[in-house]
């Protein structure tokens, strides 16, 4: 999005599965570099390990982190967000920007415990931004701009796709392309064992469903056809695929998928509450 990282610190406060993901992927493609970054987590011994893991200084002091930082990457718990900012307050000026990853934390809410008009982003990526393949959606909060959006969309961009949405939309980005993976990789492991069950060794089945899964949505982002009308394709009339579309439509399919995300949508709005 044409916004240069280069140069700035980045501090990343929470580095646990998502944390970590974000950070070895960010410094593996070089838009971080281990002088410029800086990490916490809880606990001391996984700091020690982190800190050998990852090549950069891992502590557990949030308030001793972020002095230098021009971005805070807040990827704490939602229950914990409240609590880490209160303690980094101190610490924080109005040149930083703090982007936080927490599902269901508010931007409003973030500025409340900040107590002074300090540039907070919002952003849902998901586990695929490890090999660069992630999704990540951003929103702003009240004292953010469009440059402290860009520096947001400059990060996850190097990571997968970024898109920026209203904060009203977050939870929904939440049901579906954060926890949309794990959705993802049951549908993965069902088309293999059904590969197994029509008698195709495991390792042939997975690779088969995996590489489809791919190709379709591949398909799907470079046409931007609608699914609809490239399901038609594959659909020969009296063939094989109609067949098998009449067993998901009976197995309910469909529907369990809009529910499972309508599910993860509700959870989320929750979560900073417990
Ligand atoms: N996982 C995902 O796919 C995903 C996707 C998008 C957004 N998110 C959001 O990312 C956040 C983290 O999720 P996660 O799955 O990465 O959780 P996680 O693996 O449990 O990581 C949480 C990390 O926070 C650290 N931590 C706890 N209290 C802390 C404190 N006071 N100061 C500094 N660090 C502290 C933990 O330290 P220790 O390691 O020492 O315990 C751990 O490293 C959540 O808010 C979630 O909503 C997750």
Known sequence: MGFDLSGKRVAVLGTGKIGSILLKALLEKG?????????TVQHEERARALT????????TDNLAAVPDADIILVCVKPQVVQEVIEQIRPNISKKQLIISVAASVHTSQIERALASEIAVVRAMPNTPCALGCGMTAVCKGKFADTAHVAAACALFD??????VVD???M?????????GPAFIYIILESLAEAGVKVGLPRDIATLLAAQTTLGA??????TGDHPALLKDAVTTPAGCTIDGIMELEEGKLRVTLI???VKAAQRAKELANG
Request: without cysteine; aromatic residues 2%.
């Open 259 to 261: 529910k499972a995300v």
């Open 167 to 169: 904060e009203k939309h």
């Open 31 to 39: 838009q971080l570099t281990p002088q410029s970054t800086f990490a």
């Open 158 to 163: 190097v990571v997968g796709k970024t898109v």
């Open 217 to 222: 949505a591949t398909v799907v982002l470079e």
């Open 52 to 59: 050998e893991k990852l090549g950069i200084p891992v502590g």
């Open 171 to 179: 939870d929904a980005v939440t049901g579906l392309s954060a926890s």
